[in-house]
């Protein structure tokens, strides 16, 4: 089945520790992005990348770091310089072409710090 | 600035009472207006693109609709399992690669 996984769906983190959440995508897609998403808002973008070995810093993307080595993966680091890292974290892709810009998501990880 | 507003934040319907969702944007050219439906603890699932005005789409229960500026989500005679937060996002033609969304509206359907 083609999609998108996120693991874990739930991590705890002690304050002043850096987790890494991952992010695996089988559709071919090119563009992968992290949102975070908080009680009663709408999705807030962290980073994105439309390419291998290349992405871009997103509206909110202090105090977070990513990677891009494979075109499948798009792992996102929350450092512990992330002063509110608790929320509920998404990943999407999408293709890069002209006419098709839907985004699907993963399933999410929720983040808690205690 | 682009930007995306949804109404009403929340609404509960009696099931098989019709209504509408609201979404008015702000882009500096729409490329594409989306919407997604998200269950509780789950990630968006993706349900239409709009990219022009006068479009429509149909699925199920659901309609989309698009003018220059607002998009409406109508359901028909709704059912419990309808109930979600339904999201709103736009793709400006100055941005090809960031979609903007809006805070969603939470939809109870009451048996």
């Known amino acids: 089945d083609g999609g998108i996984t996120q693991s874990p769906k739930y991590l705890f983190r002690k304050e002043g520790q850096n987790v890494t959440l991952s992010c695996e995508q089988n559709?071919?897609?090119?563009?992968m992005y992290w949102y975070r998403q908080d009680p009663g808002q709408g999705l807030r973008l962290i980073y994105y990348?439309?390419?291998?070995?290349?992405?871009q810093k997103g509206d909110i993307a202090e105090g977070y770091s990513v990677s891009r080595e494979k075109k499948e993966s798009f792992p996102l680091t929350v450092t512990s310089a992330q002063k509110n890292p608790t929320a509920f974290y998404l990943c999407?892709?999408?293709?890069?072409?002209?006419?098709?810009?839907?985004?699907?998501f993963g399933p999410g990880t929720r983040l808690t710090v205690l | 600035e682009d930007q995306v507003t949804q109404s009403p934040e929340a609404l509960r319907l009696q099931e098989g009472e019709s209504s509408s969702l609201n979404c008015s944007y702000t882009?500096?050219?729409?490329?594409?207006l989306f919407w997604y439906r998200q269950d509780p603890g789950k990630g968006p699932e993706f349900l239409f693109t709009?990219?022009?005005a006068g479009e429509e789409k149909e699925k199920e229960r659901l309609k989309a609709t698009l003018t220059k500026k607002e998009s409406f989500l109508h359901i028909t005679a709704p059912k419990p399992e309808d109930s979600a937060t339904y999201l709103c996002?736009?793709?400006?033609?100055?941005?090809?690669?960031?979609?903007?969304f809006g805070s969603g509206t939470r939809l109870s359907i009451r048996p």
């Open positions: 559709l071919n897609h090119d563009a």
């Open positions: 709009l990219y022009s």
């Open positions: 999407a892709s999408s293709p890069v072409a002209i006419s098709y810009n839907e985004q699907f």
């Open positions: 996002a736009v793709q400006a033609r100055s941005s090809a690669s960031k979609i903007i």
């Open positions: 882009v500096s050219g729409l490329r594409g």
């Open positions: 990348s439309q390419i291998v070995n290349d992405f």
